[in-house]
């Protein structure tokens, strides 16, 4: 599988963006799907997660009620619509492919894109 990740951008604090993840690979659909973020100094982490099925969503507290995650297995991708955005937003976002049911882990993940660059200014 090799993905895609687009629609980063800059946006001012309250503002939203979509960043959506194009994938390549017949087997899309039998993968779980998640997004990561990376700021500057800190580590990696999980922001929200979708099953194969999309019938499971999963999100990190602190995106949680502001970030969905969605995908469509018949045009291969996986979206991210991010709402009420604040400046501890602000980093490089992942998508990840893994065969695993469920990890928030990025040690997990087997499949990665490139990373596209979200700033919000305050």
Do not use: H
């Not at 690979?25 to 100094?41: D, I, K, L, N, V």
């Not at 999980?46 to 507290?61: E, L």
């Amino acid at each position: 599988v090799q993905l895609q990740a687009s629609g980063g951008g800059l946006v001012q604090a309250g503002g939203s963006l979509r960043l959506s993840c194009a994938a390549s690979g017949r087997t899309f659909s039998r993968y779980y799907m998640g997004w990561f973020r990376q700021a500057p100094g800190k580590e990696r982490e999980f922001v929200a997660g979708i099953t194969w099925s999309a019938g499971n969503t999963y999100y990190a507290s602190s995106v949680k009620g502001r970030f969905t995650i969605s995908r469509d297995n018949a045009k291969n991708t996986v979206d991210l619509q991010m709402n009420s955005l604040k400046p501890d937003d602000t980093a490089v976002y992942y998508c990840a492919a893994t065969l695993q049911i469920y990890s928030s882990l990025w040690t997990s993940y087997d499949y990665w894109g490139q990373g596209t660059q979200v700033t919000v200014s305050s």
